[in-house]
């Protein structure tokens, strides 16, 4: 067993050894590790021990085997060595006097040799510059340009300058100094290229005006070219926010009046930077507060139409230019913007409009005002701005402009009425008639008959008045030109504005006329007359109108002229003057009267006062064959009774205490004188004696006390067919107590006599009789 390990030991220590002589020493490292860790390291340094002696041994033997060969190679060697050193002196020699014949040589390899090295300086240099002159060139070329105030190139080649040029030369101190400076370049040219457009912004609010004005004026050429060619398509097919959309308003244009340059070179400047936005949020803000400024109408601009015109012509201005930017600019400004600033325009022009046109008088100035803002929507709804509330807002100047030609045609009237002598035209040619007719429709077979001269029965103010009617009818036709109303808007405009002519302006001025102090009864008579002429011709006014507006009568919802009421409530005015008139006429003559209530004398003669006041009745009738039956008959009534009414209270006023049988027949003569007026027929038309029973009452009672016919009164007194009818007990009573008093006071001595006793018993007893009656009615 122990035999067998240690053949076994005696093979591995064998191939451990073999391993060693044939591995690389670097990797001998695990070999001896395995035999360190067996048990029989000693046996193996016994075993390596004896493998060196016979490696030693192999050596020493070839070695010795070798020995001659190795004294023969150092024989040789030390011959060489004799050799080697003649050569070495020989070299050294020829080296000595190669460096001596060198030197020179040596000298001017160096001199090249710095040449060369001058030279690959010189080209490199070179090949630098040849990289920095493009970017020294193109730094120049963007100074030329800033100088230039080319600055949208100058951006362009700063672009260049950075993106391409500097990086190839970068590291070059130079080029750090421009990278440096290239932020504060572009806030050069941001600031330069803002300036700019600050100086445009200032240049398009100077030039607004001039804009404004130029638009309109094309906008004017514009219209009336298609007044006068109504057939023409007015549809171009071209959008109205289109710049193509505005045949004859762009040349010239906005363009030719400002360089629109500076905002273009702007907003590109600020795309290129980045900052467009900024750009925009600027333009539109400071476009904000140009709108407002425009927009803001000066205090004085109702004094004239140049005040209206230079404020139409700003707001044109400002809109045409913002147009144009619109067209010419991808979205500098978009249709949101503009619709907002003109939503804001448009409530602010109306706003100011409004206040304004409120202080205007004139009307010619009204309907200048009217037409430029016609003219003012007319050429922005080309431009493609809703203008629809402007057109709203005419309507309402529109009854503003009926107000002041009612004031207007009120002062007419006035200086017609005030200047008319209110006398029949005396016409003394058939041209002078003619040229009357023509002025005011009139026919008159009979007038056309009589040879002149002749007299119309009208005063001027008829025709005049008549004229200036239609006048007004003209001019507020006028003013409903071109506001895109039908001609049954204008028929009806035109008809509500001349019924508030005729029933409040024509009315007012008429009745003032009437009402006036000194007024006479010719004159109203003959403003009767007048009225009833100019009521005849209303018809003739619808005609008119109907004409001039094409629209019937007969058509739906036609407003009527009002005229006949106006002329017919002026006529009842004058005819109601009249008869004030009249009455205060006969109070005047009744002042006159100076009855001795206590005469005994018996008159044969009425009393003057009253002959004068029925003569004066009798002239005045006469001026009346002109006017209407019924006016005339009701002018004289009324005239007869007042004159009765008032002589009766003469009578019974409380002042005349006492009167005498003598007084009351100087009494009954005017009565009488009354009565044979009344009789005379002053006015035609009456029935026989109804006149006369407007003094019915005076001459029943003056009857009953002359007569003395109390028993009669008495007896029939209560019955319809009496005597007495229109004899009031309590009017009888009063006269009767005056009576009395009277007989009392005369014949204080005289109730001795048997006569006066009776009498007086009479009166008393009549008295009673009568007290009697009065208190029976009442009970």
């Not at 300086?121 to 002159?133: E, G, H, P």
């Not at 970068?170 to 600050?198: A, T, W």
């Not at 007194?717 to 007990?729: A, E």
Request: proline letters at 4%.
């Amino acid at each position: 067993m122990a035999e067998a390990e240690s053949l076994e030991t005696a093979a591995e220590h064998e191939r451990i050894l073999r391993e060693i002589e044939s591995t690389d020493t670097a990797c001998i490292g695990p070999t001896l590790r395995s035999v360190y860790d067996g048990e029989e390291h000693g046996r193996f340094m016994e075993k390596l021990e004896t493998r060196i002696r016979n490696h030693d041994r192999e050596i020493e033997k070839m070695c010795n085997f070798h020995y001659q060969g190795f004294v023969d190679s150092i024989t040789e060697l030390l011959k060489v060595r004799g050799e080697a050193q003649k050569l070495k002196n020989q070299v050294t020699d020829t080296n000595r006097k190669l460096q001596h014949e060198g030197k020179e040589l040596v000298i001017a390899m160096e001199e090249l040799k710095q040449c060369r090295l001058q030279q690959r300086n010189i080209s490199a240099t070179v090949d630098k510059l040849m990289l920095c002159l493009p970017v020294l060139e193109m730094y120049s070329k963007l100074r030329d340009q800033m100088k230039t105030k080319r600055h949208y190139p100058a951006l362009k080649t700063l672009e260049h300058l950075e993106h391409t040029y500097l990086p190839q030369v970068s590291h070059y101190r130079f080029c750090k100094v421009m990278v440096d400076n290239i932020p504060k370049l572009r806030e050069e040219i941001k600031d330069v290229s803002m300036s700019d457009l600050k100086d445009f912004l200032e240049s398009i609010r100077k030039h607004s005006d001039k804009i404004g004005e130029t638009a309109m004026k094309q906008g004017q050429r514009h219209r009336q070219r298609e007044k006068q060619a109504p057939c023409r398509e007015p549809n171009t097919g071209l959008d109205p926010g289109s710049p193509g959309s505005h045949p004859g308003l762009k040349v010239p244009g906005a363009q030719d009046l400002v360089d629109f340059s500076p905002v273009y070179r702007c907003l590109h400047i600020y795309s290129v930077l980045g900052a467009r936005e900024t750009f925009e949020n600027y333009y539109r803000k400071q476009r904000r507060k140009q709108a407002r400024l425009v927009l803001q109408p000066p205090s004085n601009m109702h004094e004239t139409l140049d005040g209206y015109r230079k404020y139409f012509n700003q707001i044109v201005g400002f809109f045409v230019v913002e147009d144009h930017i619109l067209h010419t600019t991808q979205g500098l400004v978009n249709r949101a913007y503009i619709d907002e600033l003109w939503e804001m325009a448009l409530s602010k022009t109306i706003a100011a409009l409004r206040t304004h046109s409120s202080y205007c008088s004139d009307p010619n100035l009204v309907l200048d005002l009217k037409n430029l803002i016609v003219l003012f929507a007319d050429t922005l709804q080309v431009y493609g701005f809703p203008v629809n509330q402007l057109f709203d807002m005419l309507l309402e100047i529109r009854d503003q402009y009926s107000e002041t030609l009612l004031k207007k045609w009120a002062g007419i009237f006035r200086n017609i009425l005030d200047s008319d002598n209110y006398s029949p035209i005396p016409v003394t040619s058939e041209e002078m008639y003619k040229k009357v007719v023509g002025q005011f429709p009139f026919q008159d077979t009979e007038l056309e008959k009589q040879p002149f001269p002749k007299k119309f029965p009208f005063s001027e103010f008829v025709p005049k008045v008549y004229n200036q009617i239609k006048e007004f009818i003209y001019a507020c036709l006028k003013f409903s030109e071109d506001l895109h109303l039908s001609s049954t808007e204008v028929d009806d405009m035109i008809r509500k504005s001349t019924n508030l002519l005729l029933t409040r302006t024509l009315s007012n001025s008429l009745q003032n006329v009437i009402k006036r102090k000194n007024i006479g009864l010719t004159e109203l008579v003959q403003i009767i007359i007048n009225t009833t002429h100019l009521e005849k011709s209303c018809k003739y006014l619808e005609e008119f109108i109907t004409n001039i507006t094409n629209v019937l009568p007969e058509t739906v919802h036609t407003t009527k002229l009002y005229g006949t009421t106006t002329f017919k409530d002026a006529r009842h005015a004058a005819e109601e003057e009249i008869y004030t008139n009249l009455n205060q006429k006969i109070d005047q003559f009744l002042q006159l009267a100076d009855y001795d209530w206590m005469t005994g004398d018996l008159g044969n003669k009425a009393s003057d006062y009253l002959i004068d006041l029925i003569a004066f009745l009798r002239s005045t009738f006469a001026v009346f064959t002109h006017l209407p039956g019924k006016v005339a008959q009701t002018a004289c009534m009324s005239a007869c009774k007042h004159l009765a009414t008032s002589l009766m209270q003469l009578l019974l006023e409380a002042e005349v205490r006492q009167l005498t049988l003598g007084a009351l027949q100087q009494f009954n003569l005017d009565v009488r004188e009354c009565e044979q007026f009344a009789r005379s027929g002053p006015v035609p038309g009456f029935q026989e004696d109804t006149l006369q029973l407007a003094f019915i009452d005076l001459r029943q009672l003056l009857d009953l006390f002359i007569q003395w016919d109390w028993s009669t009164y008495l007896a029939d007194y209560g019955q319809p067919n009496c005597k007495y009818l229109r004899v009031n007990p309590v009017t009888a009573l009063t006269l009767l107590e005056k009576m009395k008093d009277t007989s009392r006071k005369n014949n204080m001595f005289a109730q001795f006599r048997k006569n006066e006793r009776d009498k007086q018993k009479l009166i008393d007893t009549v008295a009673k009789q009568l007290r009697g009656l009065i208190s029976s009615h009442h009970s």
